[in-house]
């Protein structure tokens, strides 16, 4: 079965991390550009940041640069999404997603809250 699976979110203080991770199943995240979006409800999905399936290259939204992190381990068929400095603002659904020529797979996506 073909899937993405999120995990690392939960419930954190202004100014703490978390570490979210994005792992493929039944398919090999090679050559995949994988994203990370997030979305609050009644609002339209954002996006947070990418890293190339290609060179390994990555960009973030320009909010989340310096604080947030992506990386790829394809040993692990992972994607992890660190992030620091976290706000109030940053609290929303996270989802990854997997694309790479007429392929497209998404996450179920994992809930991150930044409340004190």
């Known amino acids: 079965q073909v899937q993405l699976v999120e995990s690392g979110g939960g419930l954190v203080q202004p100014g703490g991390s978390l570490r979210l991770s994005c792992e493929a199943s039944?398919?090999?995240?090679?050559?995949?550009?994988v994203a990370w979006f997030r979305q609050v409800p009644g609002m339209e999905r954002e996006g947070v940041s990418c890293?190339?399936?290609?060179?390994?290259?990555?960009d973030e939204a320009e909010s989340m640069k310096g604080r947030f992190t992506i990386s790829r381990d394809n040993a692990k068929n992972t994607v992890s999404l660190q992030m620091s400095s976290l706000k109030a603002e940053d609290t929303a659904v996270y989802y990854c997603?997997?694309?790479?020529?007429?392929?497209?797979?998404w996450g179920q996506g994992t809930q991150v809250t930044v409340s004190s």
């Open positions: 039944g398919f090999n995240l090679d050559y995949y550009a």
């Open positions: 997603n997997a694309v790479k020529w007429k392929y497209s797979y």
């Open positions: 890293i190339s399936g290609i060179d390994g290259s990555t």
